[in-house]
């Protein structure tokens, strides 16, 4: 079986996936594509305007069935959706998290924005249901969460222990400016009147 642990940059898959794969008893391979990417250079070319690599997804394919054949993996990266998975966890985060993590790992202000609109308008989740499916995707808000919840999350799509869930983040307030508070954020004192 294969997992796909995908999300925008930010979101927390690779710690994450790293915390998973140092627990007892997880038999699964955790592979980290953004780096077997850079070191084994399966890219095909480099956008100068991102300052990213264009990743050329049928050299991963491959790299992965010469790797691993039919072994069972967790696969971590933004792109892991867009490869053959049994499953796909989704990892969301509110946009303005993803501003600041991203600004914290050094990005580019304008990569920031990027990723965190991209978060906004659920392009990974979509693109991850266009290409498996509602009944195989498993969307997951790590915005409040520690990573060791966020593993355990992962833990329980890989065992089959939770039920695919899809549409139930919403960061649509930050494309809209909204009012609404920021995440984990106390909600506003319920008004007691009687509307009048």
Known sequence: MRVAVTGTPGTGKTTATRLLAERDGFDFD??????????????????E??????????????????????????????????LDVDRVVVLRAHPERILERLRERGETEASAAENAESEALDVVLSESVD????????????TDRDPDAVADEVAAVVAGERDPAVGIVDFTDYLVGSTLPEPGAEPPPEDGGDGA
């Open 49 to 82: 305007a991102r300052d990213s690599l264009v990743v050329d997804l049928d050299a991963v394919r491959e790299w992965l069935a010469d790797k691993y054949d039919d072994a069972d993996l967790v696969l971590d990266s933004h792109l892991a959706h867009l």
């Open 131 to 142: 290409r498996h499916g509602t009944t195989a995707v498993h969307e997951v808000d790590t």
């Open 30 to 47: 955790v592979v980290h594509l953004n780096d077997v990417v850079r070191e084994e250079n399966l890219v095909e070319s480099t956008d």
